[in-house]
């Protein structure tokens, strides 16, 4: 029984890093040869559009980079669809539209692209690819709330429901603490910039490469 517990820990916590790391590498292909080239006349790039299931960006924190860069987001925040990368709440604002861009990650497990999301700070850049734009947020604060809160999800989070939005917000969370789904730790940020990828690429991404 003790062997059969080891090895389903190390499944968990190794081989499903394998086959999500698998999986995010053939979701960027894909979307890459997906986009082609864009043609975006101007700075300002069209409307983000999503189908519930499949990839519709990439997402890049040059603060976590070894496990955030380029990982797909997906629309929908099922179990199965988590394994694929991150999930964009389907209820809340898409990348570029005012209101609250919300999205989740795994912290273990499944390559988990938010394990060390303790480690981001005040100012810190969370961009957003998309098929024809760049979309670069900066995170303003932290906080640790209860599984069940669900206000992290509104317009606009901290404000009663009915709140009519006027910025373009983001809110990226994971479970908390580690190996447990007791607590979420939650960032929330705003746009600061978007431009249509013809105009350019954003300076951490060329840093980076």
């Keep these: ?9 190390a499944w968990q916590l190794w081989w499903t890093d394998v086959l999500a790391n698998r999986a995010y590498a053939e979701t960027r292909g894909q979307l890459t040869q997906e986009w082609g080239v864009d043609e975006t006349a101007g ?3 069209p409307p983000v559009t999503a189908t519930y299931g ?7 924190i040059p603060a976590l980079r070894d496990r955030v860069w380029g990982v797909p ?11 694929n990368g991150l999930g964009h709440h389907v209820s809340s604002a898409l990348p570029g539209e005012v209101g ?3 999205v989740a990650g795994h912290r273990t497990t499944y390559a988990a692209p938010f394990a060390d999301i303790e480690n981001l700070r005040q100012g810190d850049e969370v961009i957003v690819e998309t ?9 303003d604060r932290s906080e640790v ?33 580690k190996f447990s789904a007791a607590q979420r730790y939650v960032w929330f ?21």
């Design 43 to 45: 700075r300002e790039p």
């Design 145 to 177: 709330i209860e599984a069940a809160e669900g206000w992290v999800l509104d317009p606009v989070p901290g404000k009663p429901e009915d709140t009519k939005p006027t910025e373009k917000l983001i809110t990226i969370y994971a479970c908390h603490p």
């Design 54 to 60: 499949k990839p519709f960006g990439l997402m890049y």
């Design 73 to 83: 987001i997906v629309q929908g925040t099922d179990l199965a669809l988590l394994q």
């Design 131 to 139: 098929k024809n734009g760049w979309y670069i947020y900066e995170l």
């Design 1 to 9: 029984i003790g062997v059969l517990i080891l090895l389903f820990v």
């Design 189 to 209: 940020g705003r746009q600061v910039d978007e431009y249509s990828k013809a105009y350019g690429t954003p300076p951490a991404i060329e840093a980076y490469g």
């Design 100 to 102: 609250n861009f919300a």
